[in-house]
């Protein structure tokens, strides 16, 4: 029973009732207005009324991609610093203007871009576009803010990369993988790199990157759009749109040209780990959404592929995930697995690229198809039940693929998927590409605390 | 990378909550270069939840949220992990885990694809007080969705293949867990707080408890626990009681309680064996995990609302003290933050926070140092209304999805509270006074019992902090046994 309804811009999933008769659902699209004022700032406009708070995001198009030269991590500490005083605020104020009306705020980094986002009770917004326009415009971080700042970041590293199990693996994958492109620079840095950088670097950066023309203004939620457009048009228009050109990152990563290996390795690893890499498009291809089918056959829940057989049939496998990153440059597939005790790397390995092959080469169920995307979508609506979860689909369709269209194109995307275009897919990226593989295991001399099961087992 | 680690789901409200605002706006006058001052709040609409007993026992209870067509819903036995025998630690997770891994009529892939295919996933696990199997799903495939969940609460299988499947992930977990400086400091924390008492071992079993669990052992608790007057189902979403109830009988109606009552409860709070400072050593770790642990309160206790206004103020926000005082200020930790743990017979008060294992022992003075400085003195007023706020509108943001909202209602639903206290949430926290603030502290965060853990690379802290706690003790990891009250094996 396979059926697929696109009525307007509206998505159907499709839904079996027991007699097999068939109910319909639609998912409405984001309704959103978009204009861009004369400095080239961005604006989308979300009105959803359901609850009385509203969501405000400022999406900079710059990331860790775009770290300067010996600064890896500097985008992110940055990003930090956002927080700290402007000409008109004091230091962490934006937190008085959020947490302590009822709201939240957080920001956050990623290879292509930097997001700052707040929702707050919808009475707070004209604050909060005064604010956010505050920060893009006259950000004065003192050098105390900077150093207490700086070491807070240093533990975010520590605690993501050197006090958790796989956090050097997750580390290890975009270094080992990429030749040329930036993205394979750690996006939290390297300590050393992190005490290299100066207030001076920090003044630049925000001189250079922050700026209206490469930036996104998402407002969502409970709002007056005639009220909007006023106080959007009261603190951002007044903004200089600078006169030089902001530097880009034009760096291709090449195809890769043969097969490589590494091992990685940590001094507290329970379970040994594997990861497969293999270059993906671009998020902006049109095989973007058969390879978010291919990744959920692979491993969206329980039933999926890889679950069963890693996990459930094989049990060589504590956890293992498949992924087509989505990102502005050519991203990574990633095929990752934690072993099961008792088994090594190269058996997981073995075993998610004969799945792999199976998908590429085998037929596929209607029914498999149909199940991923009744699975996405249902996940789909989930994240759009909040006015910040809209905005947050925007955001990643405007970052990501350059127009803010794409959060409601790409779910219709997803239904037109065939399995023809599965299998061309994972054959062009996958089967027919060369590949990174990194073994992650146990430090050489330091064996892993043993688990004392094993006393215990023999009672 | 993101700014701060979110302890709460989501997003926020208003109502109520303006007036902590006023000190700022008074900044702004007119222009471009003033803070605007805030707009009249609008009200928060709270949704109401009502229930139904059914003539089995079954309770069935709904919170309407029809914004999106989409309803969560789940089983709640009230029974979790501390029904585990002292021996059997991790058998009522192990047992919940086992759910839908296999009915009479269904296989263990057969009911993962049943529940994918439906959109959905089954979460299936045991925490304190409480085993669930939950599934969130669009409102057509509802029906087919509490028929699976009834068929994988009433009819498990539990063949031995399942089992012996279920026991090696639980003990891969937990390898992983001992692995990590956070969540060996919480184990230790639990025995620290409960000692011999029945919340005192790890929900999820230890490496000794999990390898004697005997499918016997799994199938008994399942007879004696999975009843439906033992039982509650909580839908959350567009769904109303009338419907739900429907739902609920044709997949629960026929299942039936035993004649035999429902063994009480072991008793939650035992007997402490621990030295008051204890230090776990995971060598070439990069953090190390600090955490100052004391008796708490019980979720029905009245002091429950000054108990999470103390929370809000203490530590739980970016912007509450333990942040401030060792993020902010002093660049420490990536984050510091409060927990009031509420079970249904006791509960726990502390903090904690992850810092350069050379740092330890002065953040442990920093979280000891705030507490009392919280048991000594009332928050101003100005710090009040802003922590109430933030804590306010967290409640609100919850209700905007239909996780939040389930998550909100069961936890009244599994303590046996009144319903309507969603309605009065709100209210109550806005009566908290500064006073109550304080002495809450002062009865639950006292240097009596109060217990510092740090599990790190003790190397780097041990020698530190034996000098400024010299009542401490240090463990290595693969010595540590989470089945004892003192950590150590009983002597043979």
């Given at each position: ?100 009306v ?21 009475n ?5 576009l ?7 415009a ?9 150093k ?14 050197l ?45 250079t ?13 409970d ?16 903004l ?6 902001i ?39 049109a095989?973007d ?119 409601n ?16 897919v ?25 688990p ?8 | ?35 605007p ?26 919170a ?54 439906l ?35 009433r009819?498990?299988?539990f ?5 012996e ?16 400086p ?29 390898p004697?669990?005997q ?40 299942w039936?309680?035993?004649?035999t ?29 600090v ?18 206004v ?21 660049g ?61 509108g967290n409640?609100?943001f ?50 009596d ?20 706690y ?23």
């Open positions: 029973m396979l059926r697929r309804i696109l009525a307007g811009l509206c998505l159907g999933i499709v839904a079996c009732a027991a007699a097999g008769a068939a109910d319909t659902l639609t998912i409405p699209p984001i309704a959103f207005k978009q204009r861009t004022l004369a400095n080239g700032l961005q604006v989308i406009a979300i009105e959803d009324h359901t609850s009385p708070t509203v969501a405000v995001q400022v999406w900079y198009h710059v990331g860790s991609k775009d770290d300067p030269a010996g600064r890896s991590g500097f985008a992110h500490l940055f990003e930090h610093l956002m927080f700290k005083a402007t000409k008109h605020l004091k230091a962490e104020q934006f937190d008085r203007l959020t947490e302590d009822g709201g939240h705020n957080n920001a956050s980094t990623n290879d292509d871009f930097t997001n700052y986002y707040e929702a707050v009770p919808s707070h917004l004209q604050r909060l005064w604010a956010e326009a505050e920060r893009m006259y950000l004065t971080v003192d050098a105390a803010s900077f207490s700042e700086r070491a807070v970041v240093e533990e975010e590293l520590r605690q993501r990369v006090a958790s199990p796989y956090g050097r693996l997750f580390n290890a994958v975009p270094k080992d993988s990429y030749q040329v492109h930036p993205y394979k620079r750690p996006g939290i840095g390297s300590i050393e790199e992190l005490e290299a950088a100066s207030l001076d670097d920090v003044i630049a950066f925000h001189k990157y922050y700026r209206p023309d490469y930036a996104t203004l998402i407002v969502a939620g709002f007056d759009p005639a009220e909007l457009d006023k106080w959007v048009d009261a603190y951002f228009a007044p200089q749109k600078p006169a030089s050109a530097p880009r990152v034009t760096a291709v990563e090449p195809k890769w040209s043969e097969d490589r290996r590494y091992s990685e390795h940590g001094p507290n690893v329970p379970l040994p780990a594997v990861v497969l890499a293999w270059l993906g498009p671009p998020a902006r291809s095989d959404a058969a390879l978010s089918i291919a990744s959920a056959l692979l491993s969206n829940g329980d039933s999926s592929r890889l679950h069963q057989a890693l996990v459930y049939r094989q049990q060589i496998a504590q956890r293992v995930n498949f992924d087509a990153s989505a990102q502005a440059d050519n991203g990574l597939i990633t095929a990752f697995a934690i072993l099961a005790s008792g088994h090594q790397p190269a058996e997981a390995e073995q075993a998610i690229l004969a799945e792999v092959r199976k998908l590429a080469t085998e037929p596929i169920a209607p029914a498999e198809l149909e199940k991923v995307k009744t699975k996405l979508l249902t996940q789909a609506l989930s994240q759009l039940q909040t006015a910040e979860g809209k905005a947050f689909a925007v955001g990643e369709a405007v970052l990501l693929k350059g127009d803010a269209s794409a959060a194109s790409d779910l219709e995307a997803l239904q037109a998927v065939s399995a023809e275009d599965v299998q061309r994972v054959k062009q990226y996958v089967i027919d590409a060369h590949r990174v593989t990194i073994d992650y295991t146990q430090q050489a001399g330091k064996p892993a605390a043993p004392k099961a094993a006393k215990g087992a023999a009672k | 990378m993101i700014r701060h680690p979110n302890r709460f789901t989501m997003v926020a409200l208003s109502a109520l909550l303006a007036a902590a605002n006023s000190a700022h706006a008074a900044d702004a006058a007119s222009g471009t270069d003033a803070l001052a805030p707009g009249p709040a609008r009200k928060v609409s709270i949704p109401v939840a009502q229930d139904k007993l059914l003539p089995n026992g079954l309770r069935v209870v709904v309407r949220r029809t914004a999106t067509p989409l309803v969560s819903v789940a089983l709640y036995v009230r029974s979790g992990a501390e029904i585990d025998p002292p021996s059997l630690a991790g058998l009522t997770d192990l047992t919940a885990g086992l759910l839908d891994q296999g009915t009479t009529t269904r296989s263990a892939p057969q009911i993962a694809e049943a529940a994918d295919a959109g959905g996933s089954l979460g299936t696990g045991a925490g304190f007080d409480a085993s669930q199997v939950s599934i969130s799903v669009t409102t057509p495939k509802l029906a087919a969705a509490i028929d699976l969940l009834a068929d994988v609460t009819n498990p299988a063949a031995p293949e399942e089992i499947r279920e026991r090696k992930q639980m003990l891969d977990d937990l390898r992983v867990a001992l692995s990590q956070g969540s060996i400091a919480r184990f230790v924390a639990a025995r620290a707080v409960y000692g011999d008492g029945a919340y005192g071992h790890p929900a999820g079993g230890t490496p000794a408890s999990l004697r669990i499918r016997d052992d799994i199938v008994k608790l399942h007879d004696t626990f999975y009843r439906p007057d033992n039982a509650t189902l909580v839908f959350a979403g567009d769904i109303d009681l009338e419907r739900a109830v429907q739902l609920a009988e044709r997949s629960f109606g026929d039936k309680a035993p004649a009552a429902l063994p009480s409860p072991p008793v939650g709070q035992g007997v402490r064996a621990l030295p008051p400072t204890i230090a776990i050593d995971l060598p070439g770790t990069g953090q190390a995990a955490t100052a642990v004391h008796a708490g309160i019980a979720r029905s206790s009245a002091e429950f609302y000054p108990g999470i103390a929370d809000a103020v203490l530590g739980g926000s970016y912007s509450a003290r333990l942040s401030e005082e060792i993020r902010i200020k002093r420490l930790s990536y984050g510091a933050r409060s927990a009031l743990d509420t079970r249904r017979q006791a509960g726990s008060f502390g903090g904690s926070a992850q810092t350069k294992n050379s740092s330890a022992v002065e953040v442990a003075g920093l979280l000891l140092g705030e507490f009392e400085r919280l048991s000594s003195a009332p928050p101003d007023a100005d710090e009040l209304a802003a922590r109430k706020a933030t804590l306010s409640f609100g919850s209700l905007e999805t239909t996780r939040g909202l389930l998550g909100q209602v069961a936890n009244l639903a599994v303590y046996g509270l009144p319903l309507d206290e969603l309605a009065h949430y709100l209210d109550k926290v806005q009566a908290v006074t500064a006073d109550q603030v304080r002495t809450f502290a002062l009865a639950h965060l006292g240097h019992g109060m217990s510092v853990i740090v599990a790190g690379d003790a190397q780097q802290f041990g020698d530190a902090l034996g000098k400024a010299p009542k401490s003790e240090r463990f290595t990891i693969a010595a540590l046994d989470l089945d004892s009250p003192t950590l150590k094996p009983a002597a043979k």
